[in-house]
């Protein structure tokens, strides 16, 4: 967990930053006018040997979303991430992070920041409760006198109540991410930012994370939330950003996103040889067939027509008809690749 702070012990696998201390946001919240919570201009970072890792990023995160940040693993996410918490410096390009330069400014954002970045940093010999009590102390504007019950809410939060005092060397690599974002929890936060947050979980843990983040949401925090997993970025962000080789692919609603894309013809039949067959005769492309289903990227032409066609050539059709396009659809459309979630 990647955090800032002048004043942290470092333990030997400290994080080399931690975000400060938060506090509530301004009356009245962010509004629809307000500045992009995130905003970045031709952001680039190149590191030695003339490796590009993020190469022209314009970003725009608005406020009070759910900001879905898509790509493989290698795709420039995590770095763009660093940069823009002020853990890295850019090549070239600007980032503002809450209206603010960064990293210039990290001292009056990182306290309004909390972040997860390339899983959490513990102190192995401390329990789970210490290694938050010990986060918190550090934070020279934490107040000392509720320490304890925001440690204990936070730990409620994520689920790891009952494993508080067991030492963190002992923790999965699940638990450890709780942790993580428990931490990352011990003020109220304007911007929360995640990245793989669901990394090493079960799936009832992804879930719970999955509600956790809505929950924010739904609180007034704009969460900004990294993912190599198509599906968890369609179900619960309201906004995405699709990263392929350290580029910008697009950026949007995930609802137009995805009906930026075709969907899939499905034809449910007993003959999906046959169907196959005059599906591909018909001008239909990236054609699969199962057991007794036909999926197949639909033709240019009138639907009715290539269900009688498939009728006249004796396909006994039990179902037919397109399913609603995804994001993957929509990644595989936008780049003519598959989304590869090994990087």
């Known amino acids: 967990m990647a955090e800032v702070s002048a004043t942290e012990p470092h333990p030997e696998s400290a994080p080399s930053a931690r975000p400060g201390p938060g506090r509530e946001p301004e009356p009245g919240g962010e509004s629809a006018s307000a500045p992009a919570v995130i905003e970045t201009r031709g952001l680039t970072k190149r590191?030695?040997?003339?490796?590009?890792?993020?190469?022209?990023?314009?970003?725009s995160v608005p406020a009070g979303s759910v900001f879905g940040f898509l790509g493989?693993?290698?795709?420039?996410?995590?770095t763009t991430i660093r940069m823009l918490m002020g853990l890295i410096e850019p090549t070239s390009g600007t980032a503002r992070v809450l209206g603010r330069p960064m990293p210039g400014a990290a001292r009056t954002v990182l306290p309004r920041v909390g972040a997860l970045?390339?899983?959490?940093?513990?102190?192995?010999?401390?329990?789970?409760?210490?290694?938050?009590?010990?986060?918190?102390?550090?934070?020279?504007?934490?107040?000392?006198?509720?320490?304890?019950?925001r440690v204990a809410a936070a730990l409620d939060r994520v689920g790891l109540t009952a494993a508080a005092g067991k030492k963190a060397k002992a923790y999965s690599l699940g638990m450890k991410q709780r942790l993580g974002l428990a931490a990352a929890l011990l003020q109220p936060r304007r911007l929360?930012?995640?990245?793989?947050?669901?990394?090493?979980?079960?799936?009832?843990?992804?879930?719970?994370?999955?509600?956790?983040?809505r929950e924010l949401a739904?609180?007034?925090?704009?969460?900004f939330l990294s993912s190599h997993l198509l599906d968890e970025i369609e179900q619960v962000c309201t906004h995405a950003a699709v990263m392929a080789r350290g580029r910008l692919i697009t950026q949007g609603r995930v609802a137009d996103l995805a009906a930026g894309a075709r969907g899939r013809l499905v034809v449910t039949t007993p003959d999906p040889g046959d169907a196959a067959?005059?599906?591909?005769?018909?001008?239909?492309?990236?054609?699969?067939?199962a057991e007794d289903r036909v999926t197949a990227e639909p033709p240019d032409r009138d639907l009715a027509e290539l269900n009688a066609a498939l009728v006249?050539?004796?396909?006994?059709?039990?179902g037919f008809g397109v399913e609603r396009a995804s994001l993957e659809d929509a990644f595989v459309a936008l780049t003519g690749e598959g989304f590869d979630v090994a990087g």
């Open 47 to 59: 590191y030695r040997g003339g490796q590009l890792a993020v190469d022209g990023l314009d970003l």
């Open 277 to 289: 067959r005059v599906l591909k005769e018909q001008g239909a492309g990236d054609i699969v067939t």
């Open 312 to 318: 006249t050539a004796g396909v006994r059709v039990r």
């Open 72 to 78: 493989p693993n290698g795709s420039g996410k995590t």
């Open 117 to 149: 970045i390339e899983g959490p940093a513990l102190y192995g010999f401390l329990s789970g409760r210490d290694n938050l009590l010990r986060y918190d102390a550090a934070d020279p504007t934490a107040d000392p006198r509720t320490r304890r019950e």
């Open 192 to 213: 929360l930012v995640l990245d793989e947050p669901t990394n090493g979980l079960d799936p009832q843990g992804m879930r719970e994370i999955r509600a956790l983040v």
């Open 218 to 223: 739904s609180d007034g925090t704009t969460v």
